[in-house]
Protein backbone atom coordinates (compact mmCIF):
# COMPACT_ATOMS: atom_id res chain seq x y z
CA UNK A 1 0.00 0.00 0.00
CA UNK A 2 0.88 4.02 -0.64
CA UNK A 3 2.18 5.62 2.30
CA UNK A 4 0.30 8.77 1.27
CA UNK A 5 -3.18 7.02 0.86
CA UNK A 6 -2.97 5.85 4.18
CA UNK A 7 -2.60 9.63 5.15
CA UNK A 8 1.17 9.51 6.32
CA UNK A 9 3.31 12.56 5.31
CA UNK A 10 6.37 12.21 3.54
CA UNK A 11 9.10 13.93 5.64
CA UNK A 12 10.65 16.83 3.96
CA UNK A 13 14.24 16.88 2.78
CA UNK A 14 16.50 20.20 2.48
CA UNK A 15 15.47 23.95 2.86
CA UNK A 16 12.21 25.90 1.73
CA UNK A 17 12.51 29.09 -0.07
CA UNK A 18 11.66 31.09 2.77
CA UNK A 19 14.20 29.58 4.59
CA UNK A 20 16.72 30.09 2.31
CA UNK A 21 15.72 33.68 1.35
CA UNK A 22 16.13 34.49 5.19
CA UNK A 23 19.81 33.17 5.27
CA UNK A 24 20.48 35.24 2.16
CA UNK A 25 18.94 38.70 3.59
CA UNK A 26 20.63 37.95 7.16
CA UNK A 27 23.99 37.52 5.17
CA UNK A 28 23.49 40.75 2.55
CA UNK A 29 22.88 42.40 6.14
CA UNK A 30 25.96 40.93 7.76
CA UNK A 31 28.20 41.58 4.78
CA UNK A 32 26.80 45.26 4.31
CA UNK A 33 27.43 45.69 8.07
CA UNK A 34 31.60 44.45 7.16
CA UNK A 35 31.52 46.72 4.39
CA UNK A 36 30.59 49.97 6.15
CA UNK A 37 32.90 49.25 8.90
CA UNK A 38 35.68 48.62 6.31
CA UNK A 39 34.68 51.85 4.60
CA UNK A 40 34.36 53.69 8.27
CA UNK A 41 38.09 52.47 9.42
CA UNK A 42 39.93 54.08 5.97
CA UNK A 43 38.29 57.09 6.69
CA UNK A 44 39.81 57.25 10.07
CA UNK A 45 42.65 56.33 9.06
CA UNK A 46 42.75 58.79 6.11
CA UNK A 47 41.93 61.41 8.71
CA UNK A 48 44.37 60.44 11.42
CA UNK A 49 47.50 60.27 8.49
CA UNK A 50 46.27 63.95 7.94
CA UNK A 51 46.31 64.98 11.17
CA UNK A 52 49.81 63.12 12.26
CA UNK A 53 51.22 65.23 8.69
CA UNK A 54 49.80 68.25 10.13
CA UNK A 55 51.19 67.74 13.62
CA UNK A 56 54.55 67.12 12.16
CA UNK A 57 54.72 70.01 9.97
CA UNK A 58 54.04 72.61 12.78
CA UNK A 59 56.35 70.96 15.98
Not at 13 to 42: D, F, H, K, P, Q
Amino acid sequence: MNHQSRGCKQQQAGMTLIEVLVAALILGLGLLGMLRSTCCAAAASRNLHGTQRYLLKTT
